[in-house]
């Protein structure tokens, strides 16, 4: 079902230089870092349930393709705890396997399929009760437990997605057990920062019953933030994350910022303010980078749970997030004019709007030198999405303002083939400046490391 | 003029495989469920007059690249009931066929040439009367007469655009004949939802005596629109259209949505109201599809008449129209809350604002089960239109989140062309993913078939 | 370092196709007709002073690059008058050469080190004293002096940028000096007719004092531009231009421009009467083009000195200038509704928001008899960006609405380098439509002509 030059460029020329390049680095260490894997698993080490549980009810890209040709989301036990017939879910999906052709799923599953779990049939619904047997099966061999898959997806780096509330225990269960793995939490503070976040202000609350710090104060709260960042950094953590609607920035005075703080806290403020408190948390968090050298990842322009009828019985997560216009120029300005010149500073820009490639974000980390270009995110992580951010920021930006790929994946099986693909597609495109003799030969493979390890990396700072 | 292997790609191995794909389709019969032809030709079956009135004076995309190369519209004689000199407007065309150069048109209108009337020489100033002579003798010959032209174009159905004031008789005209065509209208209710449509008042006061139902009142109006829809429906319509100048849906209680619709026929509203008050109304269209079964196409983002100076000359439709942004993911919110997930529901979504094919049509069509992509529209409706429309949303929402080829034309000649520019664009963009492995073979010929038949069919439910 | 085949679609089909059309090309005369050189060179006649303070310190491209990567300006002496250390600032330039792999600059570059100073080991590091002395000891020969040079590239026009307060005396001594070459200033009245300008009330006093007009009226100040145009073409100027944020026009009465231009001038005017002074002048503009057959171009869309620390520390253009999202629809109306139809009027509309390309301005190009596409632009005028160009604006605008290339630069030397890139892409688009059957050969012969000098010397009345 895969073959050994898939994605790479037809043409006889190109195809072979793209082949020379990916062979130099197909056996990199995967650095993997931001993602959406769970520490848990790492703790028990306990086998995967079953197909279903693993590869279709937690991945979002498969049940809002399924959703979307008429499949209940019950009949996918989407939101269930526990399966009851998985076997079931795995049918449906695999009578539907066909409406992911032309798909980035389609491609990783494919590899995971084959890679993994030695399968070569296609998947349908007649091969459906052979797939679901064949991985149970192996999902319970040693080879198939959590750790055994990292260290044979040859992981390097591991990096989950975490909210200051959470303990980290597990984070720290899995140093405690000596087992050498490199998983680090990250800092993302959405759920104390946003007022629109469900659940803020009891959850500043709780903030401020984790830290002992006077939360409901401003100073405080900024306390709280600064201690939670060391904790998590005591862990190995690297970076923080900030998923807000826009990219706006703000650079209030500490009166000002301080009253915003309270009027939100106080439920007092409408959506004005409460856009412009992320604003301001943005360029606070900022501040913090550039005291304790925290790694910044903007993922602006997700309109969250935009079917309401379905966000009221499932709640959030299944598959309603849909991508807005964004804009950066005006947006990143109170951030950039107060610290975009620290040369101490990293903040990593993602969009998932195609049209700031080139008009903004390239021009953008083109000047300043604490910005960077994060991978194609989310529904442009994809072949033809790699190869529309490469064709739209390299001649700007060039490969240096850039910060490696990004799986950003809770589907931990698909860590390898997503991995691939972006490896397979920058070759793809260094091949085209090579033959096109736009780079020299000897640089292209220069940049293919690059990319792949040492500008994660440095970006990342791991 | 035209090649065998026209528009497939160069690569040989890529090549070959759209030739392959490409030769199980094109000799399909061709449906055409969006478009602006008149059932009055088949009425009277009557030739066409001659060449310039046939190709020339309808065709907004040719006169519209004539003007802005200085050709005044006068000598093009647009907007005269019959042409005075035919032959002189051929001539004006001719002498600037170059300007075509690289656009569809000429595709079209060479493939038209060569095909329809045997023409291999260029058109040029030059060959003017030889083409003139050339169709205007075969237009009087019994096999391009509107109902053999029809048949010889393997049409199986074709769908014009119609007013709610229609009395379509053209349409009752043709199946009274006997004549076995499917031709069907399209409910496209503009004149009477749109207050700012020209003689909008007017039109609800005349749709009120056609219908018997008292139009003055929201009730009555309403009323007058389901019933209108049923009567389409009888002559087989199975769709309706909508042009309005964005996307914005909204969703009113019945009473404010009565006064509103007071204060806009009483012309005490301004242009916040219309607007709103086209938002409800489409909301009110997705009601009556989820009762009746038409499916709704959504054509926003058309700045009409731009030119004011030429509008006032010469009225609507003379080439002015000119796309603006467009914006769909809070626009469409209020509909799709209210109806988004009736399964009984087809919206196609059609832009002229390509940014969104990625970036919000993509990610809503491959997550609401009432919609689906349309074709590339208007002026995107082009080789390499075409071909960012597949790049750029089949990653996200899939092939069978689209409504196949739409020829939305009123140069009934060029249907067989652009059907055929859309078969091979479509098979040179499969032979690609079949190339470069990210599809097998077997599955591309399946995908060729059902973009060019099956999902036509289902989507218009034909 | 460079290649015979460079920029050439690899597909060996395609390529020799893209070759001979650029045999036929290769050698015509450069004209260059908007750019930013300065014609005092060509006056004094006087050698480049060095490597760094030719290529490196005016080139935005270069210094931005650098910066983006933690160089700072004080190291590249940015700013100052005359380079203290024009090797060291070479040697940091040269070891930072890598960062441009994949960019235009570096093509533009190799091409210059290649084809100007025979030099043929990469730059780096290693290098950099080689280069800097080989290239230092030739820019003492006469064969690089300014004049030379502009023998050498086969200039057959130069235009420069000016302002209304320059008095073009370096224009005028060229023209006294006997000296053949066309160097031709070009309008640029930002200075005096843009109120956020820097110094616009000093400009506009100074204006009155230059021309004798009564500037602090209305209609004195309408005769002091009036009078300058005639002025600049005199000297042989065709062109005008302007550089506002937006694209913006208005169409006032003479009193409301009057009360405003007061308003404005009396320093009593907000953000919102300045954008609406820049739109009407706009319009002003196109009435003085009507009139004296100037050409306008407008050039909307960057937000200049973004980076508000380093503007003040440097001033000026010190390359954080980004683009925004600009649209033409609505703004340009009013200037199209006034003078959209004039016969004798030419605009070239520029654009740094690619995604106008398809949506606005093809459509309008396409349309309007007074409005042509000038080349992309700025971070845009590079191999994937003049694809972009024409594979968005090809198929809806053709190739006769368009203006041919620009090279906008400060870099007299890569003046050959990115014309020889502009005219390769053009060759590899045509080569493709021909090798995919959508254009003859023989007409991209003719067209490849027509985009290297017909339509250029037809655009700008040359």
Redo the contacts between chains.
Sequence with gaps: ???E???????P??RSIAKRLYASIRDLPIISPHGHTQASWFVGNEPFPDPATLLVQPDHYIY??L????VPLEDLEIGAAELKNPRRVWSIFADHY???????TR?WLDYCFQQLFGLTV?LSGKTADLYFDTIAEKLHTPEFLPRALYERFRLDVLATTDSPLDSLSDHQAIRDSGWKARILPTFRPDSVVDPDFSGFRQNVTRFGELTGEDTASWKGYLSALRQTRRRFQQLGCTATDHGHLTARTADLSEQEASQLFSQVLAGKAGPHQHELFRAQMLTEMARMSVEDGLVMQIHPGS?RN?????YERFGRDV???????T?Y??AL?PL??RF??E?GLTIILFT????TY???L????????C?LLGPPWW??D????MLRFR??T????????TAGFNDDTRAFLSIPARHDVARRVDCAYLA??V??????ED?AF??AQDLTSNLVRKAYRL
């Design positions: 079902m895969i073959q030059d898939r994605l790479f460029p037809a043409d020329t190109t809002r393709m959703y979307s040709q008429g066909y409406l992911f052709r032309g798909t980035p491609i296609p309109f935009h079917n309401r009828q379905l598959g309603a997030d849909i991508p807005m216009p804009t120029v005006e300005q950039l004019s975009g010149n040369r998932l709007d195609e049209t080139s008009r903004e390239a021009p953008m980390a083109g000047h300043y030198p910005l529904f442009h994809s072949p033809e999405g064709e739209s390299t001649e700007t930006a060039g490969f240096y303002n085209k400046l033959a096109e003799h736009r780079l020299e640089e220069q940049v």
